[in-house]
């Protein structure tokens, strides 16, 4: 199965800092790399995905890059704000599989 | 509006109860999970559904049970409650083939005492 891994597990920035948050996976079948945002209390939401055929996307200041060779994407997000302050989960699969998720990344944006 | 809704949102129980956990969707989704969020461990999967009378065991399945009579609905069965399954549940729903977007349902906090 799917062996996923988070990388930092919780993450403090300054408000209009950068955030890198990084996922790494080991099956090389994985084909659809989406990122799932929580906020204390509610439910996940996705907030942007990738195939495996692109190598970069881009929504506002979200962003994700997808290194397949090394098995890896990440999320970047520019110029962070408060409420951006949430639980952020990778959950790299085949397209059409059931999603699992990695175990989260906790981000805190100060102002 | 097309939705997903779980009930109860809260639930206290004792151990040894059978629970159950409804899950309804209207989008008619073929697909739909239900996972476990503990403090750090995230979202795990128990069980998923990939279509009417399809059902799937995922990553901790032991101790629960899922059956698709229709497409709305995929009911979570907690056939003797532990304490140990003191969680969040969350279900969700998503297409299949095209679209791979899992909506959420808000969530049911289970405590089992």
């Known amino acids: 199965g799917e062996n996923v891994e988070q990388h930092p597990s919780t993450l403090s920035v300054q408000e209009g800092d950068s955030a890198v948050i990084k996922c790494t996976y080991s099956d090389s079948a994985s084909n659809y790399f989406p990122w799932y945002k929580q906020e204390l209390g509610k439910r996940p939401q996705l907030i942007i995905d990738?195939?495996?055929?692109?190598g970069e996307k881009k929504d506002q200041r979200i962003a994700v890059t997808l290194n397949k060779t090394a098995k890896h994407f990440s999320l970047h997000i520019t110029e962070t704000q408060p409420e951006d302050s949430a639980v952020y989960f990778c959950a790299p699969n085949q397209a059409g599989t059931a999603l699992i998720f990695g175990k989260g990344t906790t981000l805190s944006v100060s102002s | 509006d097309a939705e997903i809704t779980q009930s109860p949102r809260h639930k206290i129980t004792e151990t040894g109860r059978q629970v159950t956990l409804a899950c309804h969707q209207t989008w008619n989704h073929n697909n739909m999970f239900w996972y476990r969020q503990d403090l750090g461990h995230g979202l795990r999967l128990i069980h998923y559904?990939?279509?009417?009378?399809?059902?799937n065991k995922g990553e901790v399945s032991d101790g629960y049970s899922v059956s698709r009579s229709n497409t709305e609905d995929l009911p979570l069965t907690l056939e003797s409650a532990a304490s140990s399954q003191t969680s969040v549940y969350f279900c969700?729903?998503?297409?299949?083939?095209?679209?791979?977007?899992?909506?959420f349902g808000a969530g049911t906090r289970l405590s089992v005492l």
């Open positions: 969700a729903s998503s297409e299949s083939g095209g679209s791979n977007i899992q909506y």
């Open positions: 559904s990939y279509g009417v009378q399809d059902t």
């Open positions: 990738i195939r495996s055929n692109v």
